[in-house]
């Protein structure tokens, strides 16, 4: 069950936005020892049966060892302040890329949309905060980049 409600400030220069999922995780789920590179697929549904699937799906398909981390479903888009009607709800799927498999894996992931969290959440890219704030605890690199939602 999703519920969704707002808080804003009479003159709406803010909001603040909680999406709250039965059962959806509160914390950052522990990365494996040598799995540091998280990534991203946005738009991808997995059934819970389908974690061990989808990592042994990627091995065959790239050659390359992952950790299946989560799927987050998106908050709604911010425009000013003001809730983006029609966005929102998109399921994304968060995996971490065992560090020797990162090399070969950069160049292919590619055509398949597959995003480093790093450029996901760069400032120029991440124009509204979609993500629970703990997803930032994720990256490994590119911190000076990194969209201002982080410190909101």
Same mark, same amino acid.
């Given at each position: 069950?999703?519920?969704?409600?707002?808080?804003?400030?009479?003159?709406?220069?803010?909001?603040?936005?909680?999406?709250?999922?039965?059962?959806?995780?509160?914390?950052?789920?522990?990365?494996?020892?040598?799995?540091?590179?998280?990534?991203?697929?946005?738009?991808?549904?997995?059934?819970?049966?389908?974690?061990?699937?989808?990592?042994?799906?990627?091995?065959? $398909? %790239?050659?390359?060892?992952?950790?299946?981390?989560?799927?987050?479903?998106?908050? *709604?888009? &911010?425009? +000013? /302040?003001?809730?983006?009607?029609?966005?929102?709800?998109?399921?994304? $799927? %968060?995996?971490?890329?065992?560090?020797?498999?990162?090399?070969?894996?950069?160049? *292919?992931? &590619?055509? +398949? /949309?597959?995003?480093?969290?790093?450029?996901?959440?760069?400032?120029?890219?991440?124009?509204?905060?979609?993500?629970?704030?703990?997803?930032?605890?994720?990256?490994?690199?590119?911190?000076?980049?990194?969209?201002?939602?982080?410190?909101?």
């Amino acid at each position: 069950m999703v519920g969704l409600s707002g808080m804003a400030m009479a003159n709406r220069t803010w909001l603040v936005i909680y999406l709250v999922k039965k059962g959806e995780n509160m914390e950052n789920v522990q990365k494996r020892e040598s799995y540091n590179q998280v990534c991203i697929i946005h738009g991808l549904i997995l059934k819970d049966d389908e974690e061990k699937d989808f990592e042994e799906e990627i091995k065959k $398909v %790239f050659d390359t060892r992952i950790q299946f981390l989560e799927t987050i479903k998106t908050s *709604p888009n &911010l425009d +000013n /302040g003001e809730l983006v009607e029609g966005t929102g709800g998109r399921h994304d $799927v %968060f995996f971490a890329v065992y560090n020797d498999d990162v090399g070969k894996f950069a160049v *292919p992931r &590619l055509a +398949n /949309g597959i995003r480093w969290i790093e450029d996901v959440l760069a400032e120029c890219n991440y124009r509204s905060p979609i993500y629970p704030k703990r997803v930032f605890d994720y990256c490994t690199w590119n911190e000076e980049a990194l969209s201002h939602w982080k410190d909101e």
